[in-house]
């Protein structure tokens, strides 16, 4: 006897998609499952028996699959981004009818969600671009996700998501329609693109404690523990100080002395690098914790200039300073906090400059609110963010808030120390040496900004305008230089 139809179907059985296949089950929504790969689907279907007996269905051909699925259907793709996504959307669309709806919930591009979209409609099939954040642990016990595009393909899963994803006391459901078109892809890349920094700004915290304040593994675990009980508190310094508690279980001493300084990427951060620069956005905390990424890579290389340098009199460290280490861990904590309200403000403003080019009128303390839980990101701080939204709507940066901007008048003094210090010590702060110079660029009434101009006047005839009178003018510099020198 055929099983019963189900109220929605999911494609692409790795590690995320079989955890939310299960999730949805979970949560008593009957799901029909396929992978190209077929022992993938078997694997699911044996979870979902030992898991509970959930009410998920396994099926090894794609018409089969879709035919299993209610009308109108809708199907959830966990597929790479780019080609699979490409096969999978022409696989299923030759079963799929009018009115049936895809989802893409991979990391894709917003653009390629927007051309999907519109290939699609003229099939008569609505689409769904959305992100999906928190991880394996958080696609089985409720991640963060952000749906854009069709609002009536969001209508017909609202129902499923809002029970599906992560649930935050006081605050609701860690999901809302974002907008039109990639919105929801796009606003996803930003928060990848935050999480970069985030990511960064901690590991150079790691840093400065480690190699200049010689705190030992077990101090390191203890700070961090700390500092998840206060204004720091969330999911990446949880897991930061769990990782310092790891012993090796291949050899002596804790894992992440052995881990490879190598870090991997899978291009959401440069994505986000990249619509800065094209919509003119400063982004330089991203941007720095990009390029950390970068100079990781180039392990050979920096093995060999340390060895260049080292004989030249450079160690890894170049003063052995005697540091109060209750001190430096309270300064590296407001160094770190002031440090990270810079990288949302980034994040933030990109995701504002898109939302008025493309029109998509996105909420940011919305944004904010459905971060706090589920996703990579989530943390008490978003809480603030969203409170600074709901005071204005239209804040121009969350560093003039007055809130945030009264925390970093208060912290600025320990986040110059900790600048400082690992300047003279010869420890590199791309991310928290980005930042402050991101604040103190910000808050300054005038830039040196008059002088490149002066000189794309001189060698470019580019014109500039005056602080005193209106209009655009042109000098010729090189002629009265040259008369000043006769």
């Known amino acids: 006897m ?5 109220r929605i179907g999911l494609a692409g059985l790795a590690v995320m998609g079989q955890n939310l ?9 009957p799901i029909s499952v396929y992978n190209r790969t077929t022992s993938k689907v078997d694997e699911t279907v044996e979870r979902a028996k030992q898991e509970g007996n959930l009410p998920l269905y396994g099926f090894h051909d794609p018409e089969a699959f879709v035919n299993s699925i209610e009308k109108p259907r809708v199907i959830i793709m966990l597929v790479k981004a780019g080609a699979p996504v490409e096969q999978t959307t022409k696989t299923l669309s030759a079963y799929l009818e009018k009115g049936d709806c895809i989802i893409d919930g991979d990391n894709e591009w917003y653009e390629n ?6 290939e699609v409609a003229e099939l008569g099939i609505l689409y769904l671009g959305m992100g999906v954040s928190g991880g394996e642990e958080g696609a089985r016990r409720g991640p963060s996700m952000m749906p854009g595009g069709s609002f009536e393909a969001y209508k017909y899963i609202e129902d499923i998501l809002l029970k599906v994803a992560a649930q935050v006391p006081d605050s609701g459901p860690c999901v809302t329609y974002i907008g039109n078109g990639g919105s929801g892809n796009f606003v996803k890349m930003i928060h990848n693109g935050i999480e970069y920094g985030d990511m960064q700004l901690i590991a ?10 010689k705190l030992t593994n077990e101090e390191l675990q203890s700070a961090f523990t700390e500092w998840n009980k206060g204004e720091l508190l969330s999911f990446l310094i949880e897991i930061t100080a769990d990782i310092f508690g790891i012993k090796d279980d291949k050899g002596d001493g804790y894992l992440v002395d052995k881990v490879l300084d ?8 440069k994505w986000t690098v990249q619509q800065a620069a094209e919509l003119s956005v400063p ?3 991203i941007e720095a914790s990009l390029d950390a990424r970068f100079l990781s890579g180039l392990m050979d290389e920096r093995v060999e200039a340390a060895k260049v340098f080292k004989s030249g009199g450079f160690g890894d460290i170049l003063t052995d300073q005697q540091v109060d280490k209750k001190q430096l861990i309270d300064d590296v904590r407001k160094a770190l906090y002031a440090a990270k309200i810079c990288s949302y403000a980034q994040g933030m403003n990109l ?13 940011l303390g919305e944004l904010a609110r459905i971060w706090k839980g589920g996703c990579i990101i989530r943390a008490i ?3 603030r963010i969203k409170q600074a939204y709901d005071r204005n709507p239209n804040l121009a940066n969350l560093l003039v808030d007055p809130e945030f901007a009264k925390e970093i008048i208060e912290r600025q003094t320990a986040w110059r120390r900790v600048v400082s210090l690992s300047v003279n010590s010869g420890i590199s702060l791309p991310g928290m040496s980005a930042s402050l110079a991101y604040f103190d660029s910000y808050r300054r009434e005038r830039l040196p900004a008059n002088l490149v101009q002066a000189q794309r006047d001189y060698f470019g005839a580019h014109t500039y305008e005056r602080v005193d009178i209106e209009g655009s003018y042109h000098t010729e510099w090189f002629k009265l230089a040259k008369q000043s020198r006769i």
């Open 21 to 29: 296949a299960l999730n949805i089950a979970d949560k008593g929504f």
């Open 2 to 6: 055929a099983p019963p139809l189900t």
């Open 262 to 269: 190598k870090t991997g990427m899978k291009g959401t951060g």
């Open 381 to 383: 701080f978003l809480d």
């Open 204 to 213: 150079e915290a790691y840093d400065v404690l480690k190699s200049v304040g």
């Open 113 to 118: 969600t927007e051309r999907r979209e519109k």
């Open 351 to 363: 995701i504002r400059a898109k939302s008025a080019e493309k029109g998509w009128d996105l909420a």
């Open 283 to 285: 982004a330089p905390t």
